[in-house]
Structures are given as structure tokens and as C-alpha cells.
């Protein structure tokens, strides 16, 4: 029952853009984003509620798609500060907010 | 610095042995979870509660470990005749609940080394 995450891994040149998708076999309710670097704890980026929301955080901005069951994070014109592990979280129905994290994707940006 | 804190941030202990970690939530925040982390994968849940209340407990969740938070504020991880498997990060987590759904804030961890 827990979100798969692709890619696994990417490497980015500063300023180019990438996509971390987020998908699950079941109902959602909603899908957490966060950032967490090497020793440190995760960073929230941002939650997505409704099926078709999308929202945005300086450069980083994420879909969901209640439906498919699919999150995807956007993130443009990346920054060596964005380099790190991103994490999908979700909730189903009647889970209490008990979050289930996806195996992370491992982002690296590159001068 | 009004931020999940925890303590200890390290703790090496002998297999066997009782460990028992800290976790101070964010002010005011009613929620607080427990979540293990090893190596190259996401956090995995643990437990949760809401107020002094424990709602939610893993089923990965075994005998050897319990939770508190009796005062509806801080909370404790205990983990009794620790293995070898327990080695992880600790990560306590905190969130305020006026309804719907709430993003949480996460602690640094504790990382726990089982020799």
C-alpha cells in the first residue's frame, strides 16, 4: 500500500527542469510533499487536498489527480538548493491523516 | 526556536537493552506521531496521538515498544530488549487539527545504533 515513486533518482544541471510522480493503488485524500536532506528531518513542501488541485511554492508546484490515484511535483528552473530526497505522503479515506510515504526520489543539482 | 524537538539526537545502546526517546511538539499543536526511518526509505508510521490520547498504532508496531504523552504535550518512545532491527531514525512529528486535513512538522530524529 505504499506510493510508488519514480524517478528513484535524478540529476539536474542548475536551472533545468524535473517531475516526481506519485502513485497509488488506492483511494486518496490527500498527498504530502516534503524535502529532506542528507541527516535532516523531512521539510513540508505542501498538501493537495482535491482531486485536480494543483499548487504552487516559489518554483516547485504539484498536480493531483484524485481519479488516477497520482500525485506529480514540478519543480523548474531547480536550484542547487533543491537538491536532496522528495518524499510523497499519503492519506486515504478514514486513515486518521496516518501518512504513507512513497520510497523517495533522490534529486541531485549540478552547477 | 519553536520547532519539533527530540532527544536524544544519537543513542548507541547493547542489544537488549531499554531505550527511551523524547519527542516536544510545536506549541499548541494536538497531534503528535512517531515514525522509524531506515536507510534509503521514506518514514514509516508508527503510532499517533491527539491530546493524551493514543489513536493509531501500527501493526508493525511490536510488544517491545510503547508510547506516551500524558500530559497532552510531550511524548515518549520506549523500546524494551532492543534488536539489532530496531537500528533507525526516530522521527517524532506534530500537527495542529482544527478540522480537515493538516500538514506535519517533523523533528530532527533520533538515530538509534543497536550493537
Known amino acids: 500500500q505504499q506510493p510508488v515513486q519514480s524517478p528513484q533518482a535524478v540529476i539536474l544541471r542548475e536551472g533545468e527542469d524535473a517531475v516526481i510522480n506519485c502513485s497509488s493503488s488506492?483511494?486518496?485524500?490527500?498527498v504530502h510533499w516534503y524535502r529532506q536532506k542528507h541527516g535532516e528531518a523531512p521539510v513540508f513542501l505542501m498538501i493537495?487536498?482535491?482531486?485536480?488541485e494543483q499548487k504552487g511554492h516559489e518554483k516547485i508546484s504539484a498536480s493531483f489527480n484524485e481519479k488516477k490515484q497520482q500525485s506529480s511535483l514540478y519543480l523548474t528552473a531547480s536550484q542547487l538548493s533543491y537538491s536532496g530526497t522528495y518524499f510523497c505522503?499519503?492519506?486515504?479515506?478514514?486513515?486518521?491523516?496516518?501518512?504513507?510515504f512513497g520510497g523517495g526520489t533522490r534529486l541531485m543539482v549540478k552547477p | 526556536d519553536t520547532g519539533v524537538s527530540q532527544d536524544p539526537r544519537h543513542k548507541i545502546t547493547k542489544r537488549g537493552q531499554n531505550v527511551t526517546f523524547r519527542c516536544d511538539p510545536i506549541?499548541?499543536?494536538?497531534?503528535l506521531y512517531w515514525y522509524r526511518q531506515t536507510l534509503g526509505q521514506g518514514p514509516e508510521f508508527l503510532t499517533y496521538?491527539?491530546?493524551?490520547?493514543?489513536?493509531?498504532k501500527s501493526r508493525l508496531l511490536s510488544d517491545r515498544f510503547s508510547a506516551e504523552r500524558p500530559k497532552g504535550s510531550f511524548s515518549t518512545l520506549e523500546i524494551q530488549r532492543t534488536e539489532q532491527g530496531d537500528s533507525a531514525m526516530y522521527l517524532c512529528?506534530?500537527?495542529?487539527?482544527?478540522?480537515?486535513?493538516?500538514?506535519?512538522?517533523f523533528g530532527p530524529g533520533t538515530r538509534l545504533t543497536v550493537t
Open positions: 512529528a506534530s500537527s495542529l487539527t482544527p478540522s480537515g486535513v493538516y500538514e506535519q512538522y
Open positions: 488506492k483511494a486518496l485524500y490527500s
Open positions: 493537495l487536498l482535491k482531486g485536480g
Open positions: 505522503g499519503t492519506v486515504g479515506y478514514n486513515a486518521g491523516n496516518m501518512l504513507t
Open positions: 506549541s499548541e499543536h494536538n497531534r
Open positions: 496521538f491527539q491530546n493524551e490520547a493514543q489513536l493509531e
